[in-house]
Structures are given as structure tokens and as C-alpha cells.
């Protein structure tokens, strides 16, 4: 087996696209499975893939920011993973539509997005706080999340992740990355502003974990994954530099 292969537990959505009056104005493929198999699939990486159902996703555009709501809780799905015998595992969810107990039977390195298990799923944009159990907390090698996600975790699981990897995503802004006890902030060499960055942060984090499995560098695979996201979308885009 090739020892840059990944299995990826993830989920593909119907996104409806709705205006600041609650009026749907596009219906396009989604959710995060979607924007990870694109990075994948560009960069020719071998993957295995594991989905819970499809569902569906309102996102609400409102102010240049997007806010998702998700009507229907998903059963969460078992998943074996004693069974997953690939070296890394990404896992990112719309909410916690995979049971992660029994993850410690895993092996290999667990990559992490903070964002199902944090979301509200009721309310546009709303989250709630997530207490990790011991075993999940213990298995991620790498957590991904944004400023605000971060608010709804255990401070105290936090701290030691940093001694791991800890990406904390700051849109436009770049990103700050923990790992092994250091910290580099990583701005983009451009400011791109879009009103629509729908999967954006999936795609970065699939970029991160694809130029982890090359050179085993977190600060350099968080500059290329940053670089990268630039192009992500190629349209509507409105460049400005930094002074």
C-alpha cells in the first residue's frame, strides 16, 4: 500500500444557496467531501473514501459571510476503525454524522476538522460546545478549526494539542499554526475577498495534509496550503496587497 495513501471519512451535500431574505438563488454540489476530493484529485493523491449519506445544506449569504443550517440530524454512522489500515486519516464532517468511538484502534495519524462537531446544525451559523471525549482527544494528531470554532473546545485540550498540530484558519487573514511547541503565523502574499468562499476551508485543509504527506513540515505545508486557497475560487475574486 502506498504510504501516501489517505482515507478520508467526509460528506458530499446539496447546497441552497439563499439571499438575506431567505429567497434560494443557486442549488450547487457540496459539502466538504466535494471541496477535498478536488484538492485530491489535482494533485493526484490516492485516497480512500468513506461518506455518510448526502444531505441537504441551506447557506445563508449574508454581509460577504456565509452561514449554514442543516434541518436534518444524521443517525451518526459506526464506523470500524481497527479495519482502516492506511497510514492517515482525514475526517471532516457537516455535523458529527460519523460515531468516532473506537478511533483509538487506529493506527495511523488522525486529521481533524473542528467544524460538525462544533456546529449547531438548527440555527444559521450557530455552534455549541464540544466535550471531547479521552479517546478522540487523544487519537488527533492534527486539529483544524477557525478562531471562532475554537471558543466551543476545551481550553485545557487546546494547550497540549500544540504540542502536535493545532491550525486555527483566519479566512482572508491566513492562518496560526501550533506544532511540536512552536508558532508561526502564516499570511496569505495576497488578500483575496470573495462573497462566496463556500468549502474553501476544506480544500486549505486537504492542501495542508497533501503537502504534510510530502515533506512532514507543518509550517511549509500550512505556506503551500495558504498559497493554494488563493486560487479557490477562480471567480469573483477582488485582489488587494498587503502594504
Not at 20 to 28: L, M
Not at 97 to 115: A, M, P, R
Not at 178 to 206: C, H, L, Q, R, W
Amino acid at each position: 500500500m502506498s504510504k501516501n495513501k489517505v482515507t478520508i471519512l467526509s460528506t458530499f451535500a446539496k447546497d441552497i444557496l439563499l439571499d438575506e431574505k431567505g429567497r434560494i438563488f443557486r442549488k450547487q454540489e457540496g459539502g466538504p467531501a466535494f471541496y477535498i476530493l478536488k484538492a485530491f484529485k489535482e494533485e493526484d493523491i490516492d485516497f480512500n473514501l468513506i461518506t455518510a449519506p448526502l444531505m441537504d445544506v441551506e447557506i445563508l449569504i449574508k454581509g460577504g459571510e456565509e452561514f449554514g443550517r442543516i434541518k436534518k440530524k444524521p443517525k451518526p454512522k459506526k464506523i470500524d476503525f481497527s479495519s482502516i489500515n492506511t497510514p492517515f486519516l482525514l475526517i471532516s464532517t457537516l455535523l458529527n454524522e460519523f460515531d468516532l468511538n473506537g478511533i483509538s484502534s487506529f493506527k495511523g495519524k488522525v486529521f481533524l476538522d473542528l467544524q460538525g462537531y462544533v456546529r449547531n446544525g438548527q440555527d444559521f451559523g450557530k455552534k455549541k460546545y464540544w466535550n471531547i471525549p479521552d479517546e478522540v482527544a487523544s487519537s488527533i494528531f492534527c486539529l483544524k478549526g477557525t478562531e471562532k470554532e475554537m471558543r466551543y473546545f476545551p481550553k485545557s485540550f487546546l494547550k497540549s494539542q500544540k504540542q502536535k498540530i493545532l491550525l486555527i484558519t483566519k479566512g482572508k487573514s491566513g492562518c496560526e499554526i501550533f506544532a511540536f511547541g512552536k508558532k508561526k503565523s502564516i499570511k496569505p502574499p495576497i488578500i483575496v475577498e470573495n462573497t462566496e468562499m463556500i468549502g474553501a476551508g476544506d480544500y486549505f485543509f486537504a492542501c495542508f495534509l497533501i503537502y504534510f504527506l510530502k515533506t512532514k513540515a507543518p509550517f511549509i505545508s500550512g505556506r503551500y496550503a495558504t498559497e493554494k486557497t488563493l486560487n479557490f475560487p477562480l471567480s469573483k475574486l477582488k485582489i488587494s496587497h498587503y502594504d
